[in-house]
């Protein structure tokens, strides 16, 4: 009998990336004479070798059927998996979770002295214990809720879990678009927009002034990034929480505007006219290990 199959994701180094794939001439150097800009980056990546040779270790110790996949943003098919590990920080699970709908996901932080792991249950120390347990079903669990976007009514992600930002192409450009939520309209000028589930309440959403919600909140939350308010006028819809059965839409007055879902690397070109809409998703993510906040 075959052990459950489990999906492995985990990320690149920047060490992987600019020495020993792509073989840069300059970053080599600086890290050479240890220049502060990398001079982690020796140690983050020997963490990181280090936890997944862990992780691949334990699975083949219990028997699982593992897949690994050595890039964060790689496609990967759950539909036969009964578990994903995401092997790096955040910003791995982020790019892993656009791939999972019901299979619960587990984060492991692959090197905590220099990578955020809000979203890891565990490490590469007790990461046997927590294995056992969420092959048996017996590790903890939370439900975060996503976040889904529609561009012109055509459905483009409902797995967004930290935030979405709406903005110009250029990062000194002006934001220009038409905000609604409700019966509520107003015309905006801004650096751009913050909408987000509340698991992204901690990060983007609270530096630009928005609250932190309760991590199992059924609520998204819309952040306007310095809102330009000329002769003192105040926007109406500065800071607004969207209910579950809301619907928030963006109409963008640009045609040189993007939306940024869950980071950087998922881009969604915005014209003129275009029409954003925002709402709760019906595909919650499952993350083991998570403590309620």
């Known amino acids: ?27 080599s150097a ?14 983050s990546h020997g963490e990181h070798l280090r936890t997944v040779e862990v992780v691949m270790k334990e699975l083949h110790r219990a028997g699982a059927q593992a897949l690994l996949l050595n890039r964060a943003h790689a496609a990967f098919d759950t539909s036969d998996a009964e578990l994903v590990i995401a092997v790096g920080g955040d910003g791995t699970l982020l790019a892993a979770s656009h791939n999972v709908d019901e299979v619960p996901i587990l984060g492991v932080n692959s090197a905590p002295k220099h ?32 976040m889904s976007v529609t561009l012109n009514g055509r459905q483009r992600s409902k797995r967004v879990l930290n935030d979405t930002l709406f903005c110009h192409n250029s990062p000194a450009g002006t934001s220009r678009y038409i905000l609604q939520i409700g019966k509520v309209t107003e015309t905006q000028r801004s650096s751009g927009i913050w909408i987000g589930p509340p698991a992204g309440s901690t990060a983007a959403q609270r530096s630009a002034g928005g609250r932190i919600l309760p991590i199992t909140s059924r609520q998204l939350q819309l952040v306007v990034r310095e809102p330009y308010t000329p002769r003192g006028r105040k926007n109406a819809l500065a800071r607004a929480i969207i209910k ?16 940024f879902v869950d980071g950087p690397q998922r881009t969604i070109a915005v014209r003129l006219g275009d029409k954003i809409e925002f709402a709760l998703s019906d595909a919650p993510l499952k993350v083991l290990g998570l403590r309620a906040r």
Do not use: N
């Open 30 to 43: 600086l890290i050479k004479k240890k220049d502060p800009a990398v001079r982690s980056w020796l140690d």
């Open 115 to 146: 990578s955020v792991g809000f979203f890891c249950g565990t490490t590469r120390k007790t990461f046997r214990a927590h294995l056992e347990q969420a092959l048996s079903g017996k590790l903890r669990a939370l439900s975060l809720s996503r």
């Open 1 to 27: 009998m075959s052990g459950p199959r489990v999906i492995v994701v985990a990320k690149r180094t920047s060490y992987q990336r600019f020495v020993e794939e792509e073989g840069d001439p300059r970053v």
């Open 244 to 259: 579950p059965g809301e619907r928030c839409t963006i109409t963008s007055k640009m045609d040189d505007s993007s939306l």
